[in-house]
């Protein structure tokens, strides 16, 4: 994200207008998806440099973020005739910035575009930093591509219509930020709450912190050869309920799993690098409270175990399971081995802390 | 080509090993064309290194450069477990180099891919140079991104089983190169002839010369932003007589049309900017000599210089035609603009001089 300009403004129009000017592109492209067609779309519709733009909407759901979609996006912008000097504008969620950076990335090999993030969750992560890609054979991201978008422009306005879920799918990724780093409004970040009304000016403040930290690890680490992994805390485990609970059909938000995972990962942090036991008593408290109960019974810890093994084949391919830990907030111990046993000790653990 | 590694070998094998030991992948992929699997596979099939490599192969032909076969890369090495640490090694000619290593390029973001190019025209070009893609909505190259192969290797062997056609076609390349760039044997170069028996290790040699060339410019502009454009000499009015061969039903090669776009384009360089005559002489006589006579009457002007337009109107979009003029051998004019009635009369020039 080194050349990567991030802004958070209440001047979306102005904001874009100047974007525009810098970029100078011969065309104009929007993608949105069908809900962020109806709830983000109108705020800058009526930009005046927007009247020529060619508008593509595919339906909304991380199912359509798929070669169908893509090839779909791909035909818009060849039919309408871009060039490697159009833009294309992906207003939505982290499914939208995914798709449609990559397929910018790969139109006549690289044109220009923009994010604007919709949801907290692209404001915070999946529109910054580079990641784009597609599911394929059934696989989450198991195609695409390292492409950072020219600008990414985010307006808390937009929240205003997310739902508290996914709202809360977002802050889940800004807790583990806030964790990872040592930054300066931490406390705020624990107390801040979706209720109606929620004071998104005072979000925007947690939101530039949350987007400096992933900045942070990104710019040492481009393209997730090393330190990088420090922002997948949570996710080992996080992806193995996440699967679970796509395959038991009662599927969860990506952030709900990270919130879980977390659960576990700093459980394990405590056993195996001292990581404090106020601290996570107080962020476990936390999540129960925000994010609710997860169950699963004794008899899935196998399939679990499968899932992370599965997620961490590609590394290893071993069996072994090294993950990123915290030994406090703010310092991460990259590539520590955890045991079988202390998984399932961390499954025990979760359990017994949600009473199930 | 910074850091994309190019060998000229005749020992393939140990070459091969070396770079699988330095790269140390957790499985090998193999990609070819049907007519590669039979002529060019065999030369390396028994190396110890691929004994349970995964092969995948599509059908020959430029019409396979496709999203279809795209996507059967990707299942294949998504099916099979590959990872971003997984090599995929690419056998064959521009096609196979252009999808496999679009497909590795986007294959979880990045994974490692050789090229082993069995067509001249691989050799000294396609293979080279990190653009990759595949003809997407009735368009070449419509799709596709910047990806160097960790290493291109060049068996000089493969062209043996090459048909006459296809060898020119590639030579056509090398001249272009001999011409933008003062090499060392253009004599040799313009005295080389693909008879039975041709002798592949003089032909080495002067390949070695070509990849040089296409080094020089691409390291100086790996995007193509200014000079790497030197490369298209020949092209622009080569791919407006392939686009018309095309829609006429008579499809040529590539490198054919490059070779008549060639002679239009030094015709106009000498109107234009006083390329020498001679040389201009000397060079179009090879060309009608090894290429023979490309048809096409004064109707098709029109046409013609719409398909120029075409090609053109992505950079510009204005109706100038600014293309790189030689100077002298060696001296290239970057952005020359050229008045229509100047590209009808190397029409003119080119019909006389064919004699048609
Ligand atoms: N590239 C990365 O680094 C990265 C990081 C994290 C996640 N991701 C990806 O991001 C995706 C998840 O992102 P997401 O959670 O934003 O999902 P999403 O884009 O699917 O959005 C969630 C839902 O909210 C709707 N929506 C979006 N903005 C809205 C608004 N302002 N008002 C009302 N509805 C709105 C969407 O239509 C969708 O139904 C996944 O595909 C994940 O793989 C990528
Ligand atoms: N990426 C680049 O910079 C670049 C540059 C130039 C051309 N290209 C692309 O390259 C492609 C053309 O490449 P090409 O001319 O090598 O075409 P090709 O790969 O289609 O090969 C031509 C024919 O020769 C056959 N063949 C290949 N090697 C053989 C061998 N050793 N013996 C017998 N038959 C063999 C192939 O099966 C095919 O039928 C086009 O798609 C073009 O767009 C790319
Ligand atoms: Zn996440
Ligand atoms: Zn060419």
Known sequence: MGTQKIIITDHLHECLTEEIELLKPDKIFILTDSNTHEACYPLIKDHP??????????????????????????????SFGASRK?????????????????????????????????????????????KTGINFNGLKNEVGAFYEANAVLINMQFLKTLDKQNNLSGYAEMLKHGLIF?????????????????????????????IDVKKYYVNKDPHEQGVRKILNLGHTIGHAFESFAMHSKKPILHGYAVAWGLICELYIA???????????????????????????????YDKLYEYILHDKKNTKGSG?????????????????????????ESFDFFRDFMGI
Request: aromatic fraction near 8%; include cysteine; glycine fraction near 8%.
């Open 270 to 300: 405590h056993r195996q690098c001292n990581f404090p036991k106020e601290e996570l008593k107080k962020l476990i408290d936390l999540i129960k409270d925000r994010y609710g109960i997860f169950e699963f019974t004794c008899k899935s």
């Open 49 to 78: 440099l927007l009247g020529e733009a060619n508008i593509s909407t595919i339906p909304a759901g991380d199912e359509n973020k798929s070669i169908q979609s893509l090839m779909f996006v791909w035909k818009s912008l060849s």
């Open 86 to 130: 159009s833009l294309l504008i992906n207003i939505g969620g982290g499914m939208i910035s995914d798709l449609g950076a990559f397929a910018a990335a790969t139109f006549k090999r690289g044109m220009r575009c923009i994010n604007i993030p919709t949801t907290l969750l692209s404001m915070v992560d999946a529109s910054l930093g580079g």
């Open 182 to 210: 040592d930054v300066p409004n931490y406390q705020e970040l624990l107390n801040f709450r979706f209720e109606k009304n929620a004071d998104l000016n005072k979000l925007g403040i947690l939101v530039q912190e949350s």
């Open 320 to 344: 072994i399971i090294s993950i990123p830990l915290l030994k406090e907030r703010g310092v991460v111990s990259l590539d520590e081995t955890v045991d079988k046993d202390l998984i399932y």
